[in-house]
């Protein structure tokens, strides 16, 4: 009878743990790169995807993306939950041969956190749907990743986007931009948005930049990395860039 108890309070007590417990995933990617990207950007790349993979691959995200068939609204979940919900990330594999680059993470997510973003999601939908693009036929993002930023009054953080242009942007200086921008709507669409959310997927800040502030234009195939300042009370971002008519 003592045992059958113990037993008893054994599960009382560690089952909501249990449910609770963080989930392992892993992913695989390898990407081949060309001559106009360097090896460096070609790792970041690759492992980018193979994050992307390990969550497209876990089964609480493939039970939702099962009944929702939406990609950009897919592909923004991808994005708020690699920037803010994946612990303990480890590389358990990683080959290069050639120009090929292949590396395999494992990573750590917690199932309650991801129920919670997908139920934020559904709650927005219209508006990710609205402003979520990746790529706009001016502008194609390669990489969105979180460092660290040396300034003489110390460290930030920040959120590093790496875009490639897709057509010649003319000068994108911001006193040209001011001025002709009534006259050319096509600068409008070499900006890059960013939207910061909370722990509960609530907005908190946003801000854009253009791919580059300078007269002299970057030509197409070219690639540029722009800056933001995280917020502090910052969780996760989502990144996007307007939408061409």
């Given amino acids: 009878m003592k045992i059958v108890t113990m037993i008893g309070l054994f599960v009382l007590i560690f089952s909501p743990l249990s449910v609770y417990a963080d989930d392992l995933i892993q992913g695989h990617y390898c990407y081949t790169y060309g001559d106009r990207e360097s090896l460096q950007e070609a790792r970041e790349l690759t492992r980018s995807l193979a994050i992307r993979n390990a969550i497209e ?16 609204l897919t592909n923004d979940l991808i994005q708020v939950i690699s920037s803010g919900y994946l612990k303990d990330i480890k590389v358990m594999e990683h080959k290069e041969d050639g120009r090929t680059v292949c590396e395999r993470i494992q990573a750590t997510i917690s199932p309650a956190a991801v129920k919670n973003i997908i139920n934020e999601a559904r709650a927005q ?27 003489t009054y110390g460290k930030v953080e920040v959120v590093a986007v790496t875009a490639r242009v897709l057509k010649n942007t003319g000068s994108l200086s911001i006193f040209r931009v001011l001025q002709n921008l009534h006259k050319n709507s096509n600068q409008e669409f070499f900006r890059i948005c960013i939207e910061f959310y909370d722990s509960n997927g609530n907005t908190v800040d946003g ?8 007269p002299i234009e970057m030509l197409s195939g070219q690639v540029a990395t722009v800056i933001f300042h995280l917020p502090k009370e910052a969780k996760s971002w989502r990144v996007w860039l307007p939408e061409a008519k």
């Fill in 57 to 72: 691959s876990y089964r609480t995200f493939i039970t939702f993306t099962s009944i929702v068939k939406n990609f950009q």
């Fill in 125 to 151: 939908n219209e508006r990710i749907e609205e402003r979520g693009l990746a790529n706009n036929g001016y502008l194609k993002i390669l990489n969105v990743r979180k460092s660290e930023k040396e300034y």
């Fill in 207 to 214: 801000a854009f930049k253009y791919v580059h502030d300078s």
